[in-house]
């Protein structure tokens, strides 16, 4: 079997009416063209979500990458096959990253120096891991376990979360000390193909998205995703913001922008056509959870540590639980802004809120 592998088997549908033109993944140092000058491959990650997805674009005399792996011995071998494999005979031309989070910026710094090849990022991106790389322990600043008290939770979760459950946002390598910043409205030259830049927040902030109109082809990161919901989170150090509603912003921005035929070739899953589907799907979801933290909070008060388990009924361990945590930070901080939850009275320090009357 070579590296480089075409799709084997037809399309399939799902019960929801997405449609999975590739619907078996390349295994980790395989390849598959999903769209002429298109690669998708994978990386290992060490999560219950095990993998992210690499694209390579033909960029004229080799191949553009779309997001680099997370800092990981797995990883740096999966990177090895890949380039022993579906990449061998052709240079890489460039590093594009989508957004901070380790798994797509881990191993830019290594990949960037290795190959010898510029990082195009964003620059909320860029300053966001540089700041994070220059201090790591700013994850167990005071800021972060006052901001988890605060919305109530016990004294032995916070000294999880400010410790076990930042360990992944380590596994970066050193940036270079130069890049190349993109912005939407951008448009890239990729080879033959004119590339538009476009972003969204909510997932993170201004995380980057590629979209060919001419071919149909949609390159969301981990804006949209088929199966999962992409985690949407209240950072500590922005206690107050609103990425939820960031985030279904930037879904109705899309719905407008892209069109519901188009390939999707997200972060993580499977590439998909059906985006239209999808952005009402992920709408829907949030909205009902809001509706359950609204009848949660119709009877008393409630800390926001208290209504974890509406959202998460399920044990978590100090890895999901900040992903987790935060999330249900960001329903609340939506739901508080647009009035269906109000604050009430605190009980001690923890912060209270209780559902709007009328």
């Not at 946002?169 to 890239?188: N, Q, S």
């Not at 388990?309 to 361990?317: G, Q, R, W």
Request: glycine share 8%; hydrophobic share 45%.
């Amino acid at each position: 079997m070579t590296a480089l592998l075409k799709p084997l088997r037809a399309a399939v549908r799902d019960a929801g009416g997405l449609i999975y033109p590739h619907p078996a993944p390349p295994a980790l140092g395989e390849a598959i063209e999903v769209a002429p000058g298109i690669l998708w491959a994978r990386l290992p990650l060490p999560f219950r979500l095990d993998h992210i997805n690499l694209y390579f674009l033909d960029d004229g005399d080799g191949w553009a990458v779309l997001d680099a792996g997370i800092a990981s011995p797995a990883a740096r071998d999966a990177w090895d096959a890949l380039r022993a494999g579906p990449l061998r005979g052709r240079r890489l031309t460039r590093l594009i990253v989508t957004h901070a989070h380790p798994d797509h910026i881990g191993l830019a710094g290594w990949l960037a120096e290795r190959f010898d090849i510029p990082l195009l990022i964003g620059q909320t991106a860029y300053l966001d891991c540089l700041s994070l790389s220059l201090d790591p322990g700013r994850l167990e600043a005071k800021v972060y376990r006052d901001f988890y008290r605060r919305n109530g939770l016990d004294d032995a979760t916070n000294v999880q979360l400010s410790t076990l459950g930042h360990g992944y946002l380590r596994l970066i390598t050193p940036l270079p000390v130069t890049f190349e910043r993109l912005v939407a409205g951008d448009r890239l030259k990729l080879g033959g193909r004119d590339v538009s830049v476009l972003s969204g927040d909510g997932h993170a902030p201004e995380q980057i998205m590629l979209h060919d109109s001419a071919a149909r082809l949609f390159f969301p990161a981990d804006q949209i995703l088929a199966k999962i919901s992409p985690n949407v989170s209240v950072s500590p150090v922005d206690p107050n913001g609103d990425p939820l509603g960031l985030y279904l912003r930037s879904l109705s921005a899309l719905r407008a922008g892209v069109a519901e035929e188009a390939l999707i070739l997200p972060g993580h899953g499977l590439p998909f056509i059906g985006l239209h589907r999808r952005i009402d799907e992920l709408i829907a979801h949030h909205a009902a959870r809001c509706a359950a933290l609204f009848e949660a909070c119709r009877d008393r008060p409630r800390a926001p540590a208290e209504l974890l388990p509406v959202l998460f009924p399920h044990e978590l361990d100090p890895h999901q639980m900040g992903f987790a945590f935060n999330e249900l930070l960001a329903h609340v901080n939506f739901m508080l802004r647009v009035g269906t939850l109000q604050k009430a009275p605190p009980r001690g320090e923890a912060t209270r809120v209780v559902a709007a009357a009328g």
